[in-house]
C-alpha cells in the first residue's frame, strides 16, 4: 500500500468501523471484538493492498464477512444448545442426577480435547465445530489439505482413546437435529458405541 501507515488507517477508520459492528451486533462487547478481528485481518493484508484501493469500503466488506460468519456461529451454537436440552428433556435427565452427569460428561471431553495438541486441536475444533472445510483448515494451519484431515484424523483416534471406558450421557453425542457429525453417532446407537 502507499505512504499512509496503517496506524493512521486504524485511527481514521475505527470509530467508523466500530458503529457499524455496533448497530449490526446490537452488544457493545461483540461490537468491540469484531471490530478488533476486523482491523486485525486487515493488517495481516495491508501490504498487498493495491495502491488505489478503497480502503475504508474495503474495510467495511471484512467487518461485513466477520458479522455473517458471528451470525452463523450464533445459529449454530443456538441450534446446537436446543437440541441438546430437547434431547436431555426426552431422556428424563432434566433432574439433579442428569445435570450432574451431563456437567460430568461435558467437563470430560472439554478436558481431553484441551490435553490434544495445538494443531490437533485446532483442526478437530475448526472441522467438527465450525464445519469448516480441510482447504481452509490447511490454510489456516499453513499445511497441506491432506495434513489437515491428518490432523482431525489424529484428534479424533485419541479422543476416542481417552474416553475409552468412560460412560458417556447419550446427550453429549447430539448435534444439531437432523444432522450428524463431530462424532455423533447413528441415532441407533448405544451408549457404549459412543464411547468408543
Known amino acids: ?7 493512521t488507517v486504524v485511527a481514521a477508520h475505527h470509530p467508523e468501523i466500530h458503529r457499524y459492528l455496533r448497530r449490526m ?3 457493545s462487547s461483540e461490537a468491540e471484538d469484531l471490530s478488533q478481528e476486523t482491523f486485525l485481518r486487515a493488517y495481516r493484508a495491508y501490504g498487498a493492498l ?3 484501493a478503497n480502503v475504508r469500503a474495503w474495510l ?3 467487518a461485513t464477512n466477520l458479522f455473517r460468519n458471528h451470525v452463523r456461529s450464533e445459529k449454530r451454537r443456538s441450534t446446537f444448545q436446543a437440541a441438546v436440552f430437547a434431547t436431555r428433556s426426552e431422556v428424563g435427565e432434566s433432574g439433579p442426577d442428569g445435570e450432574s452427569a451431563y456437567r460430568e460428561t461435558r467437563t470430560l471431553i472439554e478436558e481431553v480435547v484441551a490435553r490434544l495438541p495445538l494443531k490437533q486441536r485446532t483442526a478437530f475444533v475448526l472441522r467438527k465445530i465450525h464445519e469448516l472445510d480441510y482447504e481452509t483448515i490447511a490454510r489456516t494451519l499453513d499445511c497441506s489439505a491432506d495434513s489437515a484431515r491428518a490432523h482431525v484424523f489424529q484428534a479424533l483416534r485419541k479422543i476416542r482413546q481417552s474416553l475409552n471406558g468412560h460412560e458417556l450421557a447419550v446427550t453429549m453425542a447430539v ?3 437432523g444432522r450428524r457429525g463431530a462424532g455423533a453417532p447413528p441415532p441407533e446407537a448405544s451408549e457404549s458405541e459412543v464411547a468408543r
Open 1 to 7: 500500500m502507499g505512504p499512509e501507515t496503517f496506524e
Open 25 to 27: 451486533t446490537l452488544r
Open 50 to 52: 493495491p495502491e488505489d
Open 60 to 62: 467495511f466488506a471484512i
Open 175 to 177: 448435534r444439531a437435529p
